[in-house]
């Protein structure tokens, strides 16, 4: 099972953010049903761990809170951009949420990335450089925002790979507490 841990958009987020399409070339848009915000990739993974995962993601504890998405980036941030995203406004309780989640991957042999986490929803993927139009796609969405959103659970997903696209199947969700004070 290919799985990672994510936040789900709500469906008029999602359409804004589709709406974002614009023609560069050799990009991959990324699919409507494929935003999410990432808290943490695990890859693959054998379907006997699920249970273990599932349990060690509801011991989280993390208070609801709201995200705005704000800006258009790429990465790498410089050289020739492979990935085109939305950001996020700092938000202290998206941070923790990530922190948390983290620590309790440790324990069952799924280390912490390398490099710090920087909350984005990936727009597309470039296979080769497109400076021009990517430097013209950032310019015009670099003020880009959208309206804070609510966010009352994560989720672990499966990503079945398929000529077509993803396909992304929600393993269980674990819901945040309701009215319990930011972090």
């Keep these: 099972m290919r799985l990672f841990i994510a936040i789900e958009l709500p469906d ?8 974002l399409k614009t023609v560069i070339p050799a990009a991959n848009w990324v699919k ?32 609801s809170f709201s995200v705005t998405l704000r800006g258009a980036g790429r990465f790498p941030p410089k050289g020739a951009a492979r990935v085109l995203w939305i950001g996020t406004e700092t938000q202290p309780a998206l941070i923790a949420l990530h922190q948390q989640v983290e620590r309790a991957l440790v324990p069952l042999g799924f280390p912490p ?49 398929t000529p077509q696209g993803a396909h992304y199947r929600i393993e269980h969700s674990f819901p945040l507490n309701e009215g319990a004070s930011p972090i």
């Design 32 to 63: 409507r049903a494929g935003y999410h915000l990432t808290l943490s990739f695990l890859g693959e993974v054998d379907s006997d761990r699920v249970p273990a995962l599932t349990a060690a993601l509801s011991s989280i504890q993390s208070p």
């Design 113 to 161: 990335e390398d490099r710090s986490f920087s909350a984005h929803i990936t727009l597309a993927r470039l296979k080769t450089d497109a400076r021009r139009e990517v430097e013209a796609f950032l310019e015009k969405h670099r003020d880009w925002r959208a309206d804070p959103f609510p966010v009352t659970a994560f989720h672990l997903i499966e990503s079945t790979l």
């Design 12 to 19: 008029d987020l999602k359409d804004r953010l589709a709406g």
